[in-house]
C-alpha cells in the first residue's frame, strides 16, 4: 500500500482483569479501501474496534490518522475526528423520524440569541444524505420503527455521512438484512469507497468478505495471525488463519440419511393465525436434517414458532411419533419431545442476567429434582459435564452468560435442551453471529445428535450451511412452502429459483402435495 494510511494503529495492546484481549496489533487502511477484520468470536475484533472508536482506551500503542498521532479519549472525540462505528445491534431512536436520527444530538438551528430549530434545513440535508445511501426521500418523516432492518442500517450510514466521516467501522453489517438489502448495502459500500471513506468491515460471512474485500487481516487470541490480498483471499486461507488449523471436514456429515428413517414430525394442512391461507405440510425423518430456505419474510421463523406453540393455532394437524399434538403452548412442545432454538439467542433463549449454570438447569429442573428439592453439589456436576461436553469456554459455571462471546452463547442454548433428549431439535439461524470454529463445534453436534435418531428442522439463511448440512430442503416463498428439494439436486441456484417465486424443477420436484400421505399407524397413502 503506497502513500499515507488514512488509519494506521501500532502495537496496540489492552487487558481486562484476567484476559489479554489485544497483544501488540498493528493494522493500516487507505482512502478508499474497505479491509475486512475477521477471526473468531473472542479473537479481539470488538475490542479493537471499540479502541479505534474511542470507547476504549489502549494500554500502549498509538493510532494514527493521515499520518498524525491522535488520541481518542471518548466517542464523540472519534466522530469529531471522523471515525464512526455502526454497531451490529443498531444505534437508533425507534420512537423518532429519519429526519431526526441523522441530526440527533447535532440538530441544526437559526437565529441569534434565541434560537430554535431549522427543521427546512435539515430536511434538505438529510434528504441529500438519503438520496446518497439509496433511500427514497418519502422515508425522512418515517419513524425508524416502521422500516426494515436494511433501511435502519442504511439509516445509520446516513448519519456516517453526515458527521463528514473518514473511516466507517461496519460491525457485522448484514446479519439481518435480505438478499436484495445486501446487494443494496454492497452498492453503499462502492460508493463510499468512491468518496475516499476508508472501511473497516467486520463480519464472521466469508463469502461477504471475498466479495466486497481489497484486504484482510485476521485475528487470533488477540495477536495478528496474517494478512491477506487479492486471489490469496479465500475461504480456506482465511479460516486456517482464523483457526490455526485446516477444517477439512468442515460440514462433517459422517451420519447422513437417506430418505429410510421414520417420520417423527409431521405437519399436515397446518395454518396459523395471522399466517397465510395455504396450510402448510412437511415432514422430518429419524436422523435427518431438514433445512429449511427462504428470504427473509418469507414465513419461515413464523411457522416454525407455531409448530412450537409461540403462535396460536389456526387448523390443521401435527404428529409428533404417530401420536397427534394440539400445542397451546411451548411447554406442552417441550414435554412432547420438541426444543426450538432460536432465531435470537439474546432475546428468546437466554436470561442475560444470570449465570451459565443457571441458563443450563433452567429448563431442566424436574430432571435435577428430588424428593428432597435439588442437590446443589449434583446441580453443579452436571452443569460442568455440559459444558465440557459442549466445550463452552467459561472460566466457571457462575459466570454471566451475557459476558460469553456469541458461540459460546449458543452452545449455552443448545445445551440447556440437550439433556432432555429431545427427539425434534427446530433450529432457527443455528450459527447466526456464530465465528468460525464454533460453527464447525455446532455442525459436528448438529450431525451426531442426527446419528443418535433425533429429527432436525434446520432453518438457515446461510447458503453454504444450507448446502453442507442439509439432507433434504423445503423452500418457503410469502409464506408458502413452494417445493421441495432432495439431496442430488440441491444447489444454490434451484433454491433461489423457488425462494423467489419460482416452480419447482421437475427434477427436483418434491413439493409436499406430490409426497406420499402418511396415516397415525406409520403406513403411506397415495397423495391426494
Request: glycine letters at 10%.
Amino acid at each position: 500500500m503506497s502513500g499515507v494510511p488514512r488509519l494506521e494503529v501500532i502495537g496496540i495492546r489492552k487487558q481486562f482483569p484476567g484476559v489479554l484481549a489485544l497483544d501488540g496489533v498493528s493494522l493500516r487502511v487507505a482512502p478508499g479501501e474497505v479491509l475486512a477484520v475477521v477471526g473468531e468470536n473472542g479473537a479481539g475484533k470488538s475490542t479493537l474496534m471499540k479502541i479505534i472508536a474511542g470507547l476504549y482506551q489502549p494500554d500502549a500503542g498509538e493510532i494514527r490518522l493521515d499520518g498524525r498521532s491522535v488520541r481518542l479519549p471518548t466517542p464523540a472525540a472519534a466522530m469529531a475526528a471522523g471515525i464512526s462505528l455502526i454497531h451490529q445491534e443498531l444505534n437508533l431512536a425507534e420512537n423518532l423520524s429519519v429526519r431526526d436520527n441523522v441530526f440527533l444530538g447535532r440538530e441544526m438551528t437559526r437565529g441569534g440569541w434565541l434560537r430554535w430549530l431549522d427543521g427546512a434545513a435539515m430536511r434538505r440535508q438529510a434528504a441529500l444524505l438519503l438520496q446518497q445511501v439509496g433511500l427514497t426521500p418519502d422515508r425522512l418523516f418515517w419513524r425508524v420503527e416502521h422500516l426494515s432492518p436494511g433501511e435502519k442500517q442504511l439509516v445509520e450510514i446516513a448519519r456516517a455521512l453526515s458527521l463528514q466521516v473518514r473511516v466507517l467501522i461496519m460491525d457485522e453489517p448484514t446479519s439481518s438484512l435480505s438478499h436484495k438489502e445486501t446487494e443494496r448495502l454492497y452498492e453503499v459500500i462502492a460508493a463510499v469507497r468512491r468518496a475516499g471513506v476508508s472501511v473497516l468491515y467486520i463480519s464472521h460471512r466469508l463469502a461477504e468478505v471475498q466479495r466486497c474485500a481489497d484486504r484482510v487481516v485476521v485475528l487470533r487470541d488477540g495477536r495478528l495471525a496474517g494478512e491477506l490480498c487479492g486471489t490469496q483471499i479465500t475461504h480456506d486461507n482465511m479460516v486456517r488463519l482464523m483457526v490455526g488449523r485446516d477444517l477439512k471436514q468442515y460440514y462433517p456429515r459422517q451420519h447422513r440419511s437417506g430418505r429410510g428413517g421414520p417420520v417423527v414430525l409431521r405437519l399436515e394442512q397446518f395454518r396459523y393465525q395471522g399466517g397465510p391461507d395455504q396450510p402448510a405440510s412437511l415432514e422430518v425423518r429419524a436422523g435427518e436434517v431438514l433445512g429449511m430456505a427462504g428470504l427473509v419474510g418469507a414465513g419461515r421463523t413464523e411457522l416454525a414458532e407455531a409448530v412450537f406453540g409461540v403462535r396460536p393455532w389456526r387448523d390443521g394437524q401435527v404428529w409428533l411419533d404417530h401420536r397427534p399434538l394440539r400445542i397451546r403452548h411451548p411447554r406442552q412442545a417441550i414435554a412432547a419431545g420438541m426444543v426450538l432454538v432460536p432465531e435470537d439467542r439474546r432475546r428468546h433463549g437466554l436470561v442475560l442476567d444470570a449465570s451459565v449454570g443457571f441458563n443450563l438447569s433452567l429448563p431442566n429442573l424436574r430432571l435435577l429434582s428430588r424428593w428432597y428439592g435439588i442437590s446443589r453439589r449434583q446441580e453443579r456436576r452436571w452443569q460442568q459435564h455440559w459444558i465440557e461436553r459442549l466445550r463452552i469456554r467459561t472460566p466457571s459455571p457462575e459466570q454471566l452468560v451475557a459476558l460469553l462471546s456469541g458461540g459460546n452463547q449458543q452452545k449455552v442454548v443448545y445445551g440447556k435442551w440437550l439433556a432432555g433428549r429431545p427427539r425434534v431439535l427446530i433450529l432457527d439461524e443455528p450459527t447466526r453471529g456464530v465465528d468460525v470454529g464454533a460453527k464447525a463445534e455446532i455442525y459436528a453436534l448438529i450431525d451426531e445428535l442426527a446419528g443418535q435418531g433425533a429429527a432436525i428442522w434446520m432453518i438457515t439463511s446461510d447458503m453454504e450451511e444450507l448446502l453442507g448440512m442439509a439432507d433434504r430442503v423445503v423452500v418457503m416463498h410469502e409464506g408458502r412452502i413452494v417445493g421441495e428439494l432432495d439431496r442430488e439436486h440441491l444447489s444454490e441456484e434451484a433454491v433461489m429459483h423457488l425462494a423467489t417465486g419460482g416452480r419447482t424443477p421437475p427434477a427436483g420436484d418434491r413439493h409436499p402435495a406430490t409426497l406420499p400421505r402418511w396415516r397415525p399407524d406409520g403406513q403411506a397413502d397415495a397423495a391426494g
